[in-house]
């Protein structure tokens, strides 16, 4: 009998206690030899041989879930998606969905079933919002004045400071109202003598003790302004917070938004006090404002608001029940309007101030999630996950994260039912992937797009796509904040790389590992990348592959494309490398230093592939693409002789490609403040042997 603090059977990876151990989970008898060496064989990746062992395991014991739960699995893997929801739904309807671990794996699977949906939506939303900002920043700024509603309880040694930072706004046309909240301690009197001579409106209002959330919202109401922003006595506004806001959120129809938080120094005596900038990640993150907030309060101080001051008092103001009310009150108002987050540090929260912090537990994120799936609250925003329209992009979100055990079950199985009934089309069957005979090869050319995470190779795959390349219909879906138009990747593709580094103990930022040439795992790569040029690019006679990951695994991908009938042609992408860093920091996944270590292994994996002269290859500069994409296709179509069209969808590529896509520029000598020594010496060999042969491939091609 399995121990409750060992590893569970079932393969999980959890004790279990935790897993098949757990109150109300159907415990197995135990596991058979058949199915214990069907997970060896799953755990090492040789998909055929666990399939094999978990039908014999089956046929041997029909009762065995857990045999049957994981050979969905392996279907899964496999991509034979609709086998897979059978054997996952058997499993589930035997154990009447009481297992976690098994709802979470279907989850994962529906994930997959929801994408093209999803993720359609998803791209849909992107733009929209993406040009939603556009067009605000466009209209012009609707003139009003700015109401600083602060607020003070027993804050003597602050207020002052927060009064004088509203004094120094370098926006003029303002109001100040001071509401004391029972303060038993020298704030009123203090304040009251700080505005005097102030140079706009300021009063005074003294109140009994009901909560910092109720004086906020008396100062609303007895504010005259147009906008409303608040501030606490113990904070403070950075000089050009009001006029920055106003910039971002005054316009004719009514806006709310918020800034980025900086932490105050408990030891700073005089002046604004120093800050260091909050969570970075998540305050813009990957997905409309909105949605951010359904995760996690990204506004912090609740006084870290500016609003339209009617919108804010329609609204009732701020909920006088939760302490966390500035974040109630944003969750509130993003049913109505998307927020618009000022990425600028321009709240100074002082010592002890509610800031941005971690999730409140996962039962409180899982209720709000549940509500919003439920269509709980009536939502007018579009842009929010409430929005009716926006239910798959939040389900599948939920899914794809491994989520799927906390949803209610009856969501979970009635989603399930809906695409049993949709019968999607299955996989390939095994003998889909076999060697294309060599009397048919060459008849079809694949481009690959080679290049480091960051340098242009999104933009590029677009372009080419747009040119000629085909593509599939199921794409990753465009990120705001990451790639807004799109990453142009096939997700079976991307898939299978990162089930193949896990396999090898990598992943996209640790990949130091050499790739094995021969095995088991080596076999089930090509036969799954076999599996999935057949399935996804059936036919087409000029494909178009792009996942950063081929730079450290382009031998295997150049193996499956041959054996699948595919001549490859590899564009190999380069941009500086400390433009490449600067953006991998940007989106907070490391520092610059660790970017160009890895910008150093990427590309010295690519350049040894192209030296070993395998195929055919060209490079080409980021920057040339943005500058001239024409003459770039064109250079491409000619060295690597693909029938690509420039012209055929110009204007297409025209409105997709902008100059300000490049957001990073950077020169040689700055890569000196980064990093020195042989690490800096070798970034630079090889980025300038990389642009010596860019500039080698833009010459004419010879004939």
Partial sequence: MTGRNE????????????CHGAEGVAASIGPSALHLAALAAHQAWSLTRADALYRQALAQDPADVESLHMLGMVQFERR?????????????????????????NMGLLLAKLLAPDANARQEALVAAYVERRRALRALPVAAGRVSVVLTVRDQAATVARAIASV???????????????????????????????????????????RGAAQAANA?????????????????????DRIERMVAALAREAPLWGFSQVTAAEASATAGLPKGT????????????????????????????????????????GYPTVPPDYGWAFAQRAALDVEPVPVAAMLYVAGAGSHTAGPPDGAAARTARVNRALAGAAAAVNEFCPQYPGNRDVLLRAELKAGRGDRLPVEMLRELAVRWRARVPPSALPPTAAATVPAATRQAKAALVVLGMYRSGTSAFARALNLCGAALPDRVAAAKLGLNPKGFWET???????????????????????????????????????????????RDASLILIKDPRICVLARLWDRALRARGYRPAYVVVVRHPLEVAG?????????????????????????????AGVADAIHVGYPELLADWRGVVRRVAARLDLPLDADARAAEVDRFLEPGMRTHEAVDADLEAQVDGPTAAAIRALYGRMLTRCERDAAPAPR
């Fill in 7 to 18: 590893l569970c059977p079932c393969g999980s990876g959890k004790r279990y206690k935790h």
């Fill in 80 to 104: 034979r998606y609709a086998e897979a929801l059978e054997h996952l739904w058997d499993a589930a309807e035997r154990t009447r969905w009481t297992d976690a671990v098994l709802r979470q």
């Fill in 167 to 209: 004094a120094a706004q370098t926006h003029a046309d303002l109001e100040l109202v001071v509401v004391d909240d029972g303060s038993t301690d020298a704030s009123a009197a203090i304040a009251e003598r700080a505005l005097q001579g102030l140079p706009f409106p300021a009063r005074l209002l003294r109140r009994t003790r």
């Fill in 219 to 239: 100062g609303a109401a007895s504010a005259t302004g147009r906008y409303v922003a608040f501030l606490n006595a113990g904070a403070a506004f950075a000089p």
């Fill in 277 to 316: 900038r909050m969570r970075p990640r998540d305050f813009l993150a990957h997905d409309p404002a909105s949605f951010t907030l359904l995760e996690r309060d990204v506004m912090g101080p609740p006084e870290n608001l500016f609003a339209d001051r009617d919108f804010f008092l329609r609204l009732g």
């Fill in 491 to 537: 997700e079976a593709v991307t898939d299978l790389d990162v089930r193949f580094m896990e396999v090898l103990g990598g992943d996209w930022n640790r990949a130091a590992f050499e790739p094995p040439e021969q095995g088991a795992v080596v076999d089930q790569f090509l036969e799954s990348a076999g599996d999935v040029l057949a399935s996804e690019y």
């Fill in 583 to 611: 953006s991998i920091e940007t989106q907070g996944d490391m520092p610059v230093a660790e970017g160009l270590a890895l910008w150093l292994n990427y590309m010295r994996r690519v350049e040894a592939f192209v030296d």
